[in-house]
């Protein structure tokens, strides 16, 4: 649902600081140096970016057909065809055996999936959070790009907060749909873990009625259902670590936060540094370490957490955004 860079085995290490609800880090000069360092985009000459962009478009390619375009309406109608499922199938067989009033399984289905319909419909479509320059905005002097913005061949304008490009909605996550992005892929998991309870109970049921053709639509929807929980689940975990740590994707990718030890120049050293041999061999050993004191933006578990589900994504007040007065927002 999310292309996130390093491999899935990487996924062990983002999890281990996640508890740390040390004092927030202090804002210096340096460090406000060392975060407009980090804001500067990556840009890749021109026919490294042409290459880049084919590799991209061949990994949707099948039986000649780009299906890349596709990936939104699938998960759509992927997930309209389950609902229908559960309504139509499951939910009736359930409330015969059990005496259940059908209405409480009707609404809450209905919401849960309400929800999880809605935001992935204005992740899709919403703004992820393009950056135009305006008298109200702070940009970074050097590249004239706001702090943690990040360029996107889908848009004109940076994207504020880049986290990362989601094939399965063809959108950019950003500042303004990230937690709609979230919601939906949680959303996914309790319909995926709902299903296979859902699917089990109900074949035992249908193994004593005999049913052919409901016997088939549930054995059908229990596939989806682990199907959508083995691709949710990973990507949940991944962006729990990361919303813990308020550090994005696009930071985790690029290895901005992490550290190594036992290496041929010390320990505690940033892993951009090493060299690609050694790089690789530590890297594969999962022995990267995330270092709190590399990213400002980081203030303890608790505070994360706060600061992602409940701060206002456009203040009621305009003023400067600068790591010093209000890191969210970068």
Request: one cysteine or more; glycine letters at 6%; proline letters at 5%.
């Amino acid at each position: 649902m999310g292309d996130h860079g390093p491999p899935y085995q990487h996924m062990m290490q983002l999890m281990a600081p996640a508890m740390n609800d040390a004092s927030p880090v202090n804002q210096t000069l340096t460090t406000v140096t060392a975060v407009s360092t980090q804001a500067k985009e990556e840009e890749l000459e021109p026919d490294d970016e042409q290459s880049v962009a084919e590799d991209k478009k061949l990994e949707y390619v099948y039986c000649g057909i780009d299906w890349k375009p596709f990936l939104p309406t699938a998960l759509v109608s992927s997930t309209v065809a389950g609902a229908i499922c559960v309504f139509l199938i499951q939910i009736p067989i359930i409330c015969r055996a059990t005496g259940m009033r059908e209405v409480a399984l009707y609404t809450t289905f209905g919401v849960l999936f309400l929800i999880t319909l809605g935001c992935m419909m204005y992740t899709i479509n919403a703004d992820p959070g393009l950056s135009r320059r305006t008298r109200n905005v702070s940009h970074d002097i050097e590249e004239g790009l706001p702090q943690r913005a990040h360029k996107s061949r889908q848009y004109d304008h940076p994207i504020r907060r880049y986290d990362h490009y989601c094939k399965w909605v063809n959108n950019v996550i950003g500042l303004l749909n990230h937690r709609e992005f979230i919601l939906m892929v949680g959303g996914f998991i309790a319909i995926a873990l709902l299903g296979v309870l859902m699917d089990l109970w109900v074949a035992i049921l249908l193994a004593e009625e005999g049913s052919l053709d409901a016997e088939v639509a549930v054995a059908l929807h229990l596939g989806y259902s682990v199907a959508l929980l083995a691709v949710a689940g990973p990507i949940m975990k991944i962006h729990f670590g990361l919303i813990s740590r308020n550090e994005l994707a696009q930071e985790w990718r690029s290895n901005q936060h992490y550290v190594a030890n036992n290496t041929s120049k010390g320990d505690n050293v940033y892993v951009e540094e090493l060299s690609d041999d050694e790089f690789n061999e530590i890297f594969d050993r999962g022995e990267f370490i995330y270092d709190k004191n590399r990213n400002p933006f980081d203030h303890g578990f608790a505070r994360n957490c706060l600061n992602f589900w409940c701060k206002p994504r456009w203040p009621a007040v305009p003023r400067q955004a600068s790591c010093c007065n209000d890191s969210y927002f970068l």
